[in-house]
């Protein structure tokens, strides 16, 4: 047999899928994670879902990894001590950014503290002009100086940003030079090799939090490489990146900025491929694990794909799937804050303690606790009776959390679920509504430990009427590292007017991409038949300050006339109006380069009808206020529902790895590929 695996590390639980290509079945495993050294839980992960399915490490033919250690220690500030060097009189930029606030009306908000503190942002006189020309030459001397400083201070990493760096890269190449040199054990983050694109503040923010993770990643890197290794495991191993591909660990260990977003982006990857077969190729995936809650949105089973971001208040250009955010999760902690009011999240018991019914001393109650006492989740254990659950603990946290409120246990413990319900309601809005896109219209893909189990109230909250869960939905993560391949991007900034003039601008800038991803190929060993490219242009009117991303097919007979149309329709659909008298300018030209790898492949299974008696392993009583309050409620065993069967609401739908929630009023029917496909009543 020829495994392929698949691994998600979260906050709270490390995902492992297992996938055989010779038979096509698949395995699933869940460990909870070990924050300290994540390493050491995915190793645990896999020695555990090999030995389960009787395969050993050795037999292992794929290895996809999906991570948060760059995202958490950008969150909890734990990166490198790292130094700059950048042209004389810019070293605050760093510090002074747009001079806007993160919240224009809070006058009490923090900026998020600066990476690089000011003694460590070292200046050296170089300027380049925006044509690329040299007003002053680099003063190398002054490079050496300033590296042997930021030696002597005890930096780790070392990010070189000059500004028109992204014009012409000559100056920081040597700099980086005399870095290699004088301090060849530091982390070297150099703009125009991390972000070689216009705006010099969020350029110099990328390459600064490049470094700030470099380290961390490098470390984390090779300690998990080692316990791979000492496993037995032989395949080459992939980590996911925030575009939603795969790259190798090595390119991850020098560029972990585009692995910030890393695990919610594999869950986008395999929701898109489920829905493909189960035809709904318009979704918006939502991903509800123990910390957080990630929301995207796909129109013709095409994920957004935004060149920049601010992640946890840092400003990235780096691709990223276009995912949103909240601090909900199962373990987000409910509160009464100093209004009185109920509050949920964006605090997380995480996975050590955990919630309050994990009997680890924990007595802030959180939206596990409030699933456990409404009876939605099984009371005694989880994980399919590996986990043993407190649901007493959990109603005496409750308990105190109602008397502070003034209501009744199962009041409270509704309310903290319409609370969380709402929050993540409000992240939906934000990438359908907001952007020109009705929620409606949309298919809503229920994954992670605790999607399925709020999916069907998100959906009424939203008024969309179908809901698909995954066969697997805690693991959706790991599988999308399944059903992903290499890729990389390739950008380059290019001020000119979309006119006839801008056809050899674009031919030359486009030429430039291709010649690096061929490189890219080459160096990947990429067969030929194998490669894909994909080209964009960023586009805007002359004068705006944000660009629309605009595709470009290397076949297009006129490129002139085909941007024009495609930027006239994309702005309509986000801004509402098009401007057309006005000049166009484009502005940045990328290169999607990805490598087509071999994928977990599913089969059908054949129908067995709709009664889904045999499924049937109990009751138990299930406060609903769709149906007025406590309910005997039947329970269905996930891995015996057959395609066809279909299961009226209400009604729960347990397995190992996640739980469903079915409401009064709405019906589950399995289709072929054991997808649980929700419905509600016309």
């Not at 201070?153 to 990010?159: H, I, Q, T």
């Not at 005496?396 to 609370?419: C, K, P, W």
């Not at 300018?585 to 709709?610: C, D, M, N, W």
Request: proline share 7%.
């Amino acid at each position: 047999m020829a495994w392929r695996i698949g691994v998600d590390s979260g906050g709270t639980f490390t995902d492992v899928c297992l996938f055989d290509d010779e038979t096509g079945s698949i395995a699933v495993w869940k460990v909870p994670s070990t924050p300290s050294d994540p390493s050491q839980g995915i190793a645990d992960g896999v020695a555990q879902g090999v030995e389960r399915v009787g395969a050993t490490p050795a037999g292992v033919g794929y290895f996809g990894h999906g991570t948060t250690v760059a995202t958490n220690a950008l969150i909890q500030h734990r990166g490198a001590r790292t130094g700059l060097v950048t042209t004389d009189g810019f070293r605050d930029l760093l510090e002074i950014g747009r001079q806007k606030r993160p919240d224009l009306y809070d006058i009490q908000v923090d900026k998020p503290p600066t990476l690089v503190s000011r003694d460590l942002r070292l200046e050296v006189p170089e300027r380049v002009r925006h044509d690329g020309s040299v007003e002053v030459p680099l003063d190398r001397d002054a490079v050496r100086s300033a590296v042997r400083a930021l030696r002597d201070a005890g930096v780790e990493a070392v990010a070189v940003c000059f500004l028109y760096g992204f014009v012409s890269e000559a100056h920081e190449a040597q700099a980086a030079l005399i870095l290699a040199e004088e301090f060849p054990d530091a982390f070297a983050s150099v703009s125009h090799q991390v972000a070689p694109e216009f705006r010099e503040f969020e350029r110099l923010s990328t390459a600064v939090v490049n470094a700030y993770l470099g380290p961390v990643m490098q470390r984390y890197i090779r300690r998990l490489a080692g316990r791979l290794a000492d496993l037995g495991l032989r395949a080459a191993p992939h980590l996911t990146q925030s575009n939603g591909g795969v790259i190798s660990f090595e390119q991850a260990a020098n560029l972990p900025v585009r692995t910030v977003l890393s695990g919610p982006s594999t869950g986008v990857v395999g929701a898109r491929e489920v829905s493909r077969l189960a035809g709904f190729p318009d979704i918006i995936t939502f991903d509800m694990g123990g910390t957080s809650t990630d929301v995207a949105l796909l129109s013709g089973g095409v994920c957004r794909l935004s060149s920049e971001a601010t992640v946890h208040g840092y400003p990235i250009k780096a691709p990223m799937l276009d995912i949103h955010t909240v601090g909900a999760g199962g373990g987000s902690i409910a509160y009464v804050d100093s209004g009185g009011l109920l509050k949920v999240g964006p605090r997380s018991a995480g996975a050590d303690p955990g919630p309050v019914c994990y009997g680890r001393g924990t007595t802030e109650p959180t939206v596990t606790d409030a699933n456990v006492v409404l009876g939605a989740l099984n009371p005694d254990f989880l994980l399919g009776g590996r986990m043993a659950v407190r649901r007493d603990l959990a109603l005496t946290a409750i308990g105190d959390l109602a008397r502070m409120l003034g209501l009744g246990e199962m009041e409270t413990a509704q309310g903290i679920i319409s609370v969380v319900t709402a929050n993540m309601a409000r992240a939906i809005r934000v990438i359908s509504v907001q952007r020109g896109y009705d929620p409606r219209d949309y298919t809503l893909v229920a994954f992670g430990g605790a999607g399925p189990l709020h999916a069907a109230r998100l959906a009424a909250e939203l008024e969309i009427g179908r809901v698909l869960v995954p066969v697997s939905p805690g693991i959706l993560c790991a599988m999308g590292l399944l059903l992903t391949d290499l890729r990389t991007d390739f950008a380059l900034t290019r001020l000119t007017l979309l006119d006839k003039a801008a056809e050899p601008v674009l031919a030359e800038a486009f030429a430039t991409l291709e010649r690096r991803a061929q490189a890219w190929f080459e160096a990947e060993g990429v067969k030929p038949e194998d490669r894909r490219v994909m080209r964009t242009v960023d586009v805007r009117y002359a004068g705006q300050n944000y660009e629309l991303p605009i595709p470009l097919p290397a076949d297009t007979a006129d490129p002139v006339a085909a941007l024009a149309d495609g930027f006239a329709a994309a702005h309509q659909r986000q801004y509402g109006f098009t401007a057309d008298d006005e000049p166009v300018q484009l502005v940045t030209f990328r290169v999607e380069a990805s490598a087509i790898v071999p994928k977990a492949r599913f089969t059908p299974s054949a129908e067995a009808g709709p009664d889904p008696a045999a499924a049937l392993i109990g009751y138990r009583s299930v406060w609903l206020p769709e149906a007025g309050g406590a309910v005997e409620t039947p329970i269905y065993d996930r891995t015996r529902l057959r395609p066809g069967n279909c299961v009226p609401g209400p009604a729960i739908v347990e397995q190992m790895d996640a739980t469903t929630v079915i409401l009064p009023g709405w019906t589950a029917r399995v289709e072929p590929y054991l997808n649980l496909i929700l419905e509600a009543a016309p």
